[in-house]
């Protein structure tokens, strides 16, 4: 097993903060580092030197912002039972109008003088039956791209954004019990259907690539694939609503190695297809992938550990969320027993990954336990999971109240540091960033934060692009539904109409002279207590949902 730099404990890893804070800031709010952060503009991410440009962007999925999106695997597994729906979790229904509404949200992002917008194309639009193509959608996405480019923003392409067409792996048929058929191709992971699929992912990408690769440099294979595959094939809280996590070696590995292979298959698809160097960097498609990445830390009944079992716990967990995928690609090996140690070899990955987006949302405690996560023998701070693994945070105010995590700033800087120093020369992008709140002052604080621990990373030699907040309006929170709000923007349900909150006034103030400035630093910067949100015990034991529903 790969053992990483940042194994020690909580409180050993605390000291280094301990010194942090006497030099230049406290717990009660202090900035974190003197003078202003400044930010040069980017043309793109991987040809620039990422020390001295940047960009700001904002981020959405087209299954989350969509409306009359029927024909996704989210609609059939979230629909009503009267209308055929599985009614798994809240309705998808008329998301936040993203579809009708496209064009006209582009000037959201021009009043935050925003350089990118990273968004998704709806397979299942592209696509609705296997192998019929809806030129209508084409045209729509072609649209948008176009008007984004008209405004000066440069389109960032998600091809995988945890949702199929239905036809890829029909959640209503889980068994599969007619074998692989064009309406239902049994998804990734099948032994059969496998195989089709990485098939029927690289023809979509490279369609994409052929019909867009004239104005779209950036290309995204997966976003959050462990995450996704996670919560779609290892626990089944996302469609199509598969629970392999407890047959881990036979049927949970092999679903991540399908979708490596699916990612190789999709990034020559693409080099292939876009020849077209739309922005004029000399290079015509940048593909890279976007990864969740968690800020772990060993814990043991609710408190932070320095049980080496503990630290060995995190330490797996990281590996398998982290490294593996990332190592896999680079290196073209595959480790098909998550012991640590590659054991086969698949060369056509490799060279596969231009740049890596990180996406960064919570600080989560890890609890060596047999019989909770099976061969990793861990049990992680999640819902499914927590059996004393999440820790008390280090303020009550940094509880991120529904989604049941702690926000902790600074573990985006480690993250960041880790990433860059396990992979020199790939170039980072925080392709994500956010916080759930209804608090405006709370999301101020979450995109001044967020940049001073990249200016942090950039200043200690990382290699960061750019910063893409999650999200540019409030959407459809998957297995959640409505109520988290993560947007720069909030909408209104019933009208669909988009109002900015603080975040959006002052992300759009940074991105327009290019620098976090010592006042905003001030007022909504450091690592100290946040803007309480209403509902937040004073003193939670933890943040995990229960408790922070007590
Ligand atoms: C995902 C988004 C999601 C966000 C907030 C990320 O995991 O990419 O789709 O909405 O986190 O939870």
Partial sequence: MTRTPRSPGVLLRLLPLAVLLGACGSLDGGPVGVGGLSFAKSGSIVTDDGRGSFRFGAATAATQIEDRNPTTDWWVFTGPKEQGGLAKSPFVGEASRGYTLAIEDVKLLQEMHLDSYRFSIEWARI???????????????????????????????????????????????????????????????????????????????RLLAERFGDRVDEWGTWNEPMNYVLAAYGLGAFPPGKNRLFNFIDEFLPTIRDMLASHAAMAKAIREADRRDADGDGRPADVGLTLAVIDWVPSRDGQPSDDPADAAARDRLEYALHWLPVDSIRNGTFDANADGVPDEQHPDWQGTLDWLGVQYYFRGGVTAAVAAVPVLDLAPCFDAFDLGACIAPADPTFCVPVMGYEYWAPGLHDLIMD????????????????????????????????????????????????????????????ALGYEPRFGLYSVDFTTYERTPTMGAEVLGRIAEERSVDDSLRERFGGIGPMTPEPGVPEN???????DLAK
């Avoid at 990734?188 to 979509?204: K, Q, R």
């Avoid at 860059?420 to 608090?439: D, K, N």
């Fill in 127 to 205: 696509e609705p039956r296997r192998d019929v193509i809806d030129e209508e959608a084409i045209r729509h996405y072609s649209d948008l791209i176009d008007a984004l480019l008209a405004a000066g923003i440069k389109p960032m392409v998600t091809i995988h954004h945890f949702s199929n067409p239905t036809w890829v792996d029909d959640p209503r048929d889980l068994a599969c019990a007619d074998g692989p058929t064009d309406r239902n191709l049994c998804g990734l992971g099948h032994p059969v259907g496998g195989p089709l699929v990485i098939a029927e992912m690289a023809e979509h990408a």
């Fill in 419 to 478: 990433f860059s120093g396990r992979y020199p020369g790939l170039p980072l992008v925080v392709t994500e960033a956010g916080i759930q709140t209804r608090v405006g002052e709370r999301r101020a604080e979450n995109v001044v934060r967020t940049l001073e621990q990249i200016g942090r990373a950039r200043a200690d030699g990382a290699d960061v692009r750019g910063y893409y907040h999650w999200s540019l309006y409030d959407n459809f929170e998957w």
């Fill in 540 to 546: 939670p034991r933890t943040c995990n949902r229960a």
